[in-house]
């Protein structure tokens, strides 16, 4: 038990496990008395729920801004588990549905659960005003809002059940997969095992450099989009046919080079694609965000295949223009420099040759892509990196590059430690259904539950996509990079047994 504690477990009355036995209301309620260091508690209160069972939830804040939850479940496995946040978070979203930086997924396995709102309210996850020359809460989103709830997670588990939590684990995605990373780099006793889903580890590179091209390259003279929501049956089409297999999917869009010459405007018809929307594509596809002079800002593009989910994420659905405008331009005015340029500042006013270098003071605390997880590794962590080889929003290629950067640092020894899966056909975290598996086609905590506990590396998680009805269509194996799930050419595509990892 830490000294952070002002007042000690046995003047509350608490200490003892439930051990399957109801507890009363009171020794619930008797959390909310206690007294941390830098933190207010606000109530604790017993919960009653069919899928979820009975638990304690206890509400507080560490100071100055840092919003929690913590959940205690009556049947305690032992473990203690926290949820990330996506975007830029700013909500205290701990009943958001199904795995995704929600903490329910862990507390329906037993875990005491936790999550945090980023240390700031906002109006969406693409609201960045509550950063307005506001160093503390951009510290707060960075880093310290995740670690300080882990911590005091921690204590609180361990005096309401008089037992330090074990194992400790991590769950993020996108941001939250910033959030794990960063956790392992500054933080690498905290967990025992992270899961880092789609993780945006440059944040300045992704969100600035590279929201911004993909922005400015849909963007005509007159400000209308050029690629909108109706024009993107034809990519998909298109893109699909020329590199999706038989089960729809692009396993290696890294490969797939699509011409839409065969789809280009000639005057006759209007299915088609004029020839400002070939050259957006181009700049979407392959070229990414570059300085004048062709230097690439960032290693990744959008990728073929994702197409089914650019409505949410670029084009926009009527009227609306999709979540990268509006995260991209807010980060701009509010997130990516040292001083902010405010509100009259927009994605369009970005200065691909200046405006980079101009963000490296806050990339210094955002970012997470430093290629050495020696401390995590010799604190004995465990790490599952996961990413949808389908996400337009997160694009893979700088997951991949900086895993390439951790091999060059760890030689094989990165596979003790961390492993990437690569899952074609995915959405952003899973976000969103569609020719492959959404996040609830694959359970990478029982995969890191076993590796904590017989210290052997995954070498394949199983997926499946399910129906409308939640019946399962098929299921196949997904290998650990640098290896792929290769069909044998002779059995049932939908049947995991046709395939087998193999090194490209």
């Not at 919003?67 to 926290?82: A, K, T």
């Not at 605390?365 to 010799?378: H, Q």
């Amino acid at each position: 038990m830490t000294g952070r504690f002002l007042a000690s477990a046995a003047a509350l009355g608490l200490g003892a496990s439930w051990g399957g036995a109801a507890m009363a209301a009171e020794d619930c309620a008797a959390l909310a008395d206690l007294r941390l260091d830098n933190v207010n508690m606000l109530s604790a209160t017993m919960v009653e729920d069919d899928e979820l069972g009975a638990y304690c939830s206890v509400r507080g804040y560490v100071r100055p801004a840092v919003n929690f939850e913590i959940r205690l479940p009556e049947e305690w496995n032992g473990g203690f588990y926290v949820a990330g946040c996506g975007g830029l978070c700013g909500e205290l979203a701990a009943d958001a549905p199904g795995f995704v930086n929600a903490m329910n997924h862990g507390l329906a396995r037993g875990y005491a659960a936790a999550t945090m709102d980023g240390g700031h309210w906002g109006a969406s996850t693409a609201d960045a005003r509550w950063a307005h020359h506001d160093r503390k809460a951009e510290v707060d989103w960075a880093e310290r809002a995740v670690r300080e709830t882990a911590i005091v997670g921690q204590e609180v588990t361990d005096i309401f059940y008089g037992a330090d939590p074990e194992p400790n684990i991590f769950a993020g995605c996108s941001t939250g997969g910033r959030q794990a990373n960063m956790l392992a780099l500054n933080d690498p006793e905290l967990f025992d095992g992270i899961l880092n889903g789609a993780p945006a580890l440059d944040y300045t590179g992704l969100v600035g450099s590279f929201m911004a091209a993909i922005v400015q390259a849909n963007t005509d003279d007159d400000g209308n989009r050029i690629i909108g929501p109706d024009d993107v049956a034809l990519i998909e089409e298109t893109v699909a046919g020329q590199c999706a297999g038989e089960d729809g999917l692009i396993d290696d869009p890294d490969g797939c080079e699509v011409d839409f010459s065969e789809v280009a405007c000639d005057g006759n018809g209007e299915d088609c694609l004029t020839e400002e929307q070939i050259a957006t594509l181009e700049v979407w596809y392959e070229t990414g965000a570059v300085t004048s002079d062709g230097e690439s800002l960032y290693p990744a593009t959008i990728p073929p295949g994702s197409e089914p989910f650019w409505p949410l994420w670029l084009t926009g659905f009527e009227p609306g223009g999709g979540f990268v405008p509006a995260i991209s331009e807010g980060f701009l005015q509010f997130m990516a420099f040292r001083e902010d340029r405010g509100e009259g500042f927009t994605i369009h006013d970005f200065d691909f040759d200046a405006d980079p270098e101009a963000m490296e003071f806050m990339a210094a605390i955002y970012n997470a892509d430093t290629p050495d997880l020696s401390e995590f590794a010799e604190a004995g962590g465990r790490m599952i990196t996961w990413h949808g080889l389908a996400d337009a929003i997160v694009p893979h290629g700088k997951t991949v590059d900086y895993f390439e950067a951790l091999r060059d640092t760890h030689g094989d020894d990165l596979d003790a430690v961390n492993r990437l899966f690569l899952i074609p056909g995915m959405d952003h975290c899973g976000i969103q259904p569609g020719p492959g598996i959404a996040s609830d086609g694959f359970d990478p905590l029982s995969a890191l539950e076993d590796w904590l506990a017989e210290d052997e590396a995954p070498a394949q998680l199983m997926t499946t996509r399910y129906d409308e009805d939640g019946e399962a269509d098929w299921s196949r194996p997904v290998c650990a990079w640098p290896e792929r799930a290769v069909h044998d050419g002779e059995g049932d595509w939908r049947d995991p047994e046709a395939y087998a990892c193999e090194a490209p």
